[in-house]
């Protein structure tokens, strides 16, 4: 039986809003729960009465990255895992694709937001890719889009310190388009942005969706591959193993 619940509904003509919930584990994702995730952003994709995608966890929280219960009793062993087809699903989606995180926004739930073409977010909320200090390496094109986005002086504080990075550096970095200071105001002003993008001609969004994003789309492509094998590569080793348990055991971890 799935532990996590997941709401899909339209709460405008044209919009379809994906809502994941996992209560007591702050949204951590599990391979079931990226699959499920993953069918709804293909079914929003071929559905030719969606014109605008909204992903967004409940329970005050976005994501807390990848369950790493699960992470350590089931590593994923290829690029055919649930995680990298929802990466690759979000990453090539043709139609306007929006993001409202809040709470805790951890690993890929940092990442997923990088292929968002609108983020809203509420201002309690925290992102974060802590890859590096966890033995591992940065995944869903994070190794591109975030020194595009911010710099290679900043890309290096976030993505090898893992440091967190709070709403007003999201909003002045450009990670996120609009911050709001209540779950009621986000929810409010996202309704009025997902409405203005349902109510514009569809084929002229999704050829200026193309051509904004599309020069760089192979290579994007390219280094989602490579990032998930390094990230597989990098499961088994000591590094990650002591790295695992140290976060599991709340200690320091020992990389002599």
């Excluded at 044209?14 to 499920?36: D, S």
């Excluded at 995680?83 to 990453?91: H, I, N, P």
């Excluded at 976030?158 to 450009?174: K, N, R, T, V």
């Excluded at 492509?221 to 976060?247: C, Y």
Aim: one cysteine or more; hydrophobic letters at 45%; charged letters at 20%.
């Amino acid at each position: 039986m799935s532990d996590f619940s997941l709401s899909i509904d339209s709460p405008h003509a044209g919009v379809r809003r994906v809502c994941w919930t996992r209560p007591g584990r702050l949204n951590a994702f599990t391979n079931e729960l990226y699959q499920a995730i993953l069918d709804a952003v293909v079914a929003a994709g071929q559905d030719p009465s969606v014109r605008v995608l909204w992903l967004t966890g409940g329970g005050g929280a976005f994501s807390a990255g990848n369950d790493l219960d699960e992470f350590e009793r089931n590593p994923m062993a290829s690029l055919d895992a649930p995680v990298f087809r929802l990466l690759t699903a979000v990453s090539t989606f043709r139609k306007p694709l929006v993001m409202t995180p809040s709470g805790v926004a951890i690993g890929i739930g940092t990442t997923l937001c990088l292929h968002a073409d609108f983020v809203n977010c509420q201002g309690n909320v925290r992102f974060q890719m802590p890859f590096v200090p966890l033995g591992l390496c940065p995944e869903g094109g994070s190794s591109l889009l975030v020194p595009s986005l911010v710099g290679h002086a900043r890309a290096m504080s976030w993505l090898l310190l893992g440091a967190p990075i709070l709403a007003d550096e999201a909003l002045q970095s450009g990670l996120v388009n609009a911050v709001h200071d209540t779950a009621e105001a986000l929810e409010e002003q996202t309704l009025m942005l997902v409405r203005r993008l349902a109510e514009l001609p569809p084929e002229a969004v999704a050829a200026s969706k193309r051509l904004i994003k599309g020069h760089g789309r192979d290579q994007l492509q390219s280094v989602l591959a490579r990032e998930g094998q390094q990230f597989i590569d990098q499961l088994p080793l000591p590094e990650a193993r002591e790295a695992l348990a140290a976060f599991r055991e709340k200690r320091k971890p020992s990389f002599s």
